[in-house]
């Protein structure tokens, strides 16, 4: 399984652009990356994933590198709200063409006003 | 979040008593996880299943712990003779057939079940 490191916890000022870094030195070839946060006693919420282009959608931009090593997700205008633990993850197969997500410690992200 | 329903989504149950946690998934998912957390840590993953079947248990508990997710209905995560090391939040999520060999596919997660045992 491909195993995931990210800070345990970063701060960022409301208004700004907050960068999280995650690395994944044993991905492989066909792994894709995930991200998901989540809010003090809430569920997880998916934010994007990628394999090797990099993504981006309404919340956020996931930007992989060449080698697939590592990946940042950008959140480009902190708000409050987007407190919370994000984790980055690579999903493990499980069984057949099956896949689990495996969830790390993650980073606990705090936005200042 | 929105989609998967969890219910109850606070359970208290005495040491020794059963505890049923409830999961639908969203309209069009035949994939169902479960996690749990409990307090201060990460999300571990418990059990994946389709309708019918169990794709993936590694992660269950040994003995007391068993789910499924039958052809009508919601999924169950059944917890026999609970004790206070249970006590925790119980995350289940659903997926379309899979997260599939393409990548196209996510999970998505519930608001979660948070049972206490006293």
């Known amino acids: 399984d491909a195993k995931t490191t990210q800070p345990t916890s970063m701060d960022c000022a409301e208004g700004r652009a907050a960068n999280l870094p995650c690395n994944h030195s044993t991905i492989s070839g066909n792994e894709y990356v995930y991200w998901y946060r989540q809010i003090h006693s809430q569920g997880p919420q998916y934010i994007i994933h990628?394999?090797?282009n990099n993504e981006t959608n309404e919340m956020a931009s996931l930007i992989i590198t060449e080698d697939r090593k590592s990946s940042t997700l950008i959140l480009p205008h902190a708000t409050l709200r987007d407190t919370a633990v994000y984790y980055c993850i690579v999903r493990v197969e499980s069984g057949g063409s099956n896949y689990k997500l495996t969830f790390g410690k993650g980073t606990l992200l705090t936005v200042n006003p | 979040n929105a989609g998967v329903m969890q219910n109850p989504r606070h359970l208290v149950r005495r040491r020794g008593q059963e505890a049923r946690l409830r999961c639908s998934p969203m309209k069009g998912h035949s994939h169902v996880y479960w996690y749990r957390q409990l307090p201060e840590e990460g999300l571990k993953f418990m059990v994946y299943?389709?309708?019918?079947?169990?794709?993936?248990e590694s992660g269950m508990p040994k003995e007391r712990f068993s789910a499924e997710f039958p052809k009508e209905g919601p999924s169950i995560l059944r917890i026999q003779q609970v004790v206070r090391g249970d006590s925790a939040a119980y995350f289940c999520?659903?997926?379309?057939?899979?997260?599939?060999?393409?990548?196209?596919?996510?999970?998505?997660f519930g608001e979660g079940s948070w049972l206490t045992v006293v």
């Open positions: 299943l389709q309708k019918e079947n169990i794709i993936d």
């Open positions: 990628g394999l090797k």
């Open positions: 999520a659903s997926s379309p057939p899979g997260l599939g060999r393409a990548g196209r596919n996510t999970i998505y």
